[in-house]
């Protein structure tokens, strides 16, 4: 198991409080604007059939507006579709395709999502970083292999430090897809929650009979007790890793069928996924201002961010270095969810 896997278990058993995630630095979040929709979720559900097994995939119009929702994002309409309960449950499903499809070995821009790393593991396929830096730095640099065919892994937006891929990155990626008819797997669970108002994803633009991009509702509207992501992914593989999928997770809950369905449509009116980024924008520029939190990255999207925090934290309080994220070069530096229940620490409303 990796060293970032082993850290992350100790986290969760080892101490106490990151059982819960209820960390500065952790997975659970606040959603002050959510009420509503869960009531809406809660009374879709009520209407269904709790004695039947329930299929995402089986649900035509779900798939339907979830295709147009992309539609209307990206000007790009998917090739297929597969949904599933939860990001962790795609991600080892595509790891299971990889190996029934023979795949030895995948490359990826660091970092990697802690969960694919085991995944791969328990499968024998090797994983090797294509830079030495992560997106966001500087000195950021991609060697990319020039084998055909090959896989490569890539987060957009770098979720911890809330940060895109560039264009021009994007654009290299496009150009080594076409000379080397190469896959690449996009996590972009924290997608379509930018800073700056922008609506679409620039890795919509990478040819999609050769991506797959992972999407979760559940994290864009920070409401995770609901499971519920998505894979855009080619025609051509569609069969295979659905029924990977179907074999390791099985039916969906009546719950996430429903979710899904409130959560497409309050996404395509974006509304309430506007309300966090704000929100998370508002905090992130007070605790600036205010000195408690300094970074040399500027973030641009989502609720996490890689910060200096300039106040003591109580020692209960866990918080995530560089090392939980393959990064070595920001000594002191620490993520921070500004929707998390633990912002109190350091952040107090007006």
Known sequence: MSKINQQYEKLTF?????????????????NPFSTEFISN?????????????????????????????????????PESIICGSGSTALLFAFVTHLKNLGIKKIFYVPPIYYTILPALERYGI????????????????????????????????????????????????????????????VDGSMQYLSWSGKVGEDSSMLDPSLTFRLICPS???????????????PNL?????????????????????????????????RKMSTQLVKLAIERHSKLREQKIIESKI????GYFVFEKINKVI?????????????????????????????????????
Not at 42 to 58: I, P
Not at 237 to 245: M, P, T, V
Not at 298 to 301: F, H, I, K, T, V
């Open 14 to 30: 080892e101490q106490e409080i990151g059982r819960s995630g209820d960390i500065l630095s952790g997975w659970q979040c606040n």
């Open 237 to 269: 593989h569609y069969q295979k890793l659905a029924w990977a999928y179907a074999n390791i997770y099985g039916a969906a809950s009546v719950e996430s069928v429903a979710f899904a369905y409130e959560a497409i449509k309050i996404l395509s009116k």
């Open 41 to 77: 979720v809660r009374n879709r559900s009520l209407k269904m059939d709790y004695r039947r097994y329930v299929y995402l995939d089986e649900e035509d119009r779900l798939l339907n507006r979830i295709s147009g929702l992309h539609k209307k994002l990206d000007g790009v309409q």
């Open 126 to 185: 090797l994983a090797e970083p294509v830079s030495t830096s992560q997106p966001y730095e500087l000195s950021f640099k991609m060697t990319l292999p020039k084998r055909r065919n090959s896989v490569l892994f890539i987060s957009d937006p770098t979720w911890y430090s809330g940060t895109s891929i560039s264009n021009e990155t994007i654009k290299q990626l496009i150009r080594w897809q076409n000379e080397t008819s190469s896959y690449i797997f």
């Open 298 to 301: 500027n973030p641009d999207s």
């Open 219 to 233: 994290k864009q509207l920070a409401i995770n007790g609901f499971r519920f992501s998505y894979l855009l992914l």
């Open 314 to 350: 109580p020692k209960k309080h866990i918080v995530m270095n560089g090392r939980f994220f393959e990064q070595a070069n920001f000594p002191g530096y620490t993520k921070i969810n500004l929707l998390s229940p633990s912002i109190r620490l350091i952040f107090k409303s007006s």
